[in-house]
């Protein structure tokens, strides 16, 4: 069956340009994960969905990071004013579940991601 | 917070020999954990989970310890094959956000 997709795949801006990530999850999965995973460490998460609410976003590094799920489908992720430190691979997810908090244990299922380079 | 890590980084196996990732954890109260295999350029796949309420769980050439006493887990790949190159992750909810902390991952290489 079809998986999390992602776009673009990679993706090169120059430093101070504004970038748009977008995810497109399993079809019928409520919660969506945004994460950032630098070179050989792991992923890092960013932000959470439930639906179209955005619940969580303790994890965004900076108010230059911005994501929205306007019909609690697909999302995007977007970095305004990009800088060279924003330089990863940006991973979606999404689960059958919700929360965690809620003790909904159901494994993430993780796209490709998109490879973000800042020149 | 959370913190979840591996013990080593590498791990070097002979192909068809049994392979064991080590995986440990700080919360006490976490109840949930999954491994992910991650290769090259893609993302991370689901491999097993397992809840708190379990010691093991088995999937297909793959099982999962889980000793909450000392707060460790381990991935055990039965006759490891080329296939199974990768970087494998352990990651469980925790640190209060809504997402999954992950270790920094071991490099499984299979030798011929």
């Known amino acids: 069956g079809a998986g999390v997709s992602q776009s673009p795949r990679y993706k090169v801006a120059k430093r101070g340009q504004d970038v748009a990530l977008r995810c497109d999850p399993i079809?019928?999965?409520?919660?969506l994960f945004w994460y950032q995973q630098a070179l050989g460490q792991g992923p890092e998460f960013l932000t959470y969905f439930q639906n179209e609410a955005q619940l969580d976003k303790s994890g965004l590094p900076s108010d230059r990071f911005f994501a929205e799920r306007p019909e609690g489908s697909v999302s995007t992720l977007k970095i305004q004013r990009t800088q060279q430190e924003d330089s990863a691979v940006y991973l979606c997810a999404s689960s059958l579940g919700t929360s965690y908090r809620d003790h909904s244990n159901q494994p993430q299922h993780f796209g490709d991601g998109t490879r973000l380079s800042i020149l | 917070g959370e913190s979840v890590g591996l013990h080593l980084p590498t791990l070097s196996v002979q192909e068809g020999d049994n392979s064991i990732i080590n995986c440990a954890y700080s919360?006490?109260?976490?109840?949930?954990f999954i491994w992910y295999k991650q290769e090259s350029g893609k993302g991370p796949q689901f491999i097993i989970d397992i809840r708190s309420n379990m010691d093991k769980r088995q999937g297909q050439r793959v099982t999962v310890l889980l000793n909450k006493t000392v707060k460790h887990l381990s991935l055990q790949i039965a006759a490891t094959q080329p296939g199974d190159s990768a970087v494998y992750f352990c990651a469980c909810p925790g640190g209060g956000a809504d997402g999954l902390t992950f270790g920094k991952g071991t490099h499984l290489i299979i030798q011929p």
């Open positions: 919360n006490s109260a976490s109840d949930y």
């Open positions: 079809s019928g999965h409520v919660s």
